[in-house]
């Protein structure tokens, strides 16, 4: 029997205290929610991975908050149980908490989003505090971070050492007392997100950290094998570049064949 109860925000909190591990995939149409929603994922995230693989950039800078809410008012049309969170995008929060908290709140107006994700530790706690106090469910970003990829001259994995791991446990410790209901944990040594998700009461969300967060995220054109390239921690559960392709040239044939002459 299917299960259509949606997945709501404290339900990832019982999920981690049950020992169930959560799904998230990213989505950034209708079309695709619905698939993967039936598939029985938790949590679709409307990443800022959209300026990549849907509009084609080089990194996640150029999306804007209109690119948002329209894309997530799109997934949120395709999904009936997965609990949809979207990204901040770079600029939507940096400049202000009141920034933050006009941008996120069309996020959830606009765009029906049941929650936010923004990137960063230690500069964003008090954003971080007022979202929640506001009423907006608040999603973690720690370890790499793609908004800061002009910064870090690429997209870098944090250093492994003992500060940096001492300075991210501090800063999800942070996230956590101002009320964010999960993290995501980019590129982090696995050790570390072991530890990280042993000290946290929050379910953690790994991407490149590791099988011992309390989940796992990853971009879906990745693991569809629809992206030219795909980081090596990204699994390929199908290869639908060859299927599109020769779905095409499939057509093209047919399209020819039915010449007049
Ligand atoms: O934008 C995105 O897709 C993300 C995931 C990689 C976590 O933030």
Known sequence: MKETKPVRVPDLAA??????????????????????????????LVGDSLGMVILGGSDTLEVTMDDMVRHTRAVRRGTQRALVAADMPFMSYQTSPADAIRNAGRLLQEGGAMAVKIEGGQPFIDTVDRLVSAGIPVMGHLGLLPQSVRQLGGFKRPADTEEVAAILIEEAEALERAGAFALVLECIPAHLAETVSARLRIPTIGIGSGPRCDGQVLVSYDVLGLTARSPSFAKKYAQLNTVLTDAARAFVKDVKAKHDG
Not at 24 to 36: C, K, R
């Open 15 to 44: 999920m981690k205290s049950r020992g169930e591990k959560i799904s998230v995939l990213t989505a950034y149409d209708a079309t695709m929610a619905g698939l993967f929603d039936q598939a029985g994922v938790d949590v679709l």
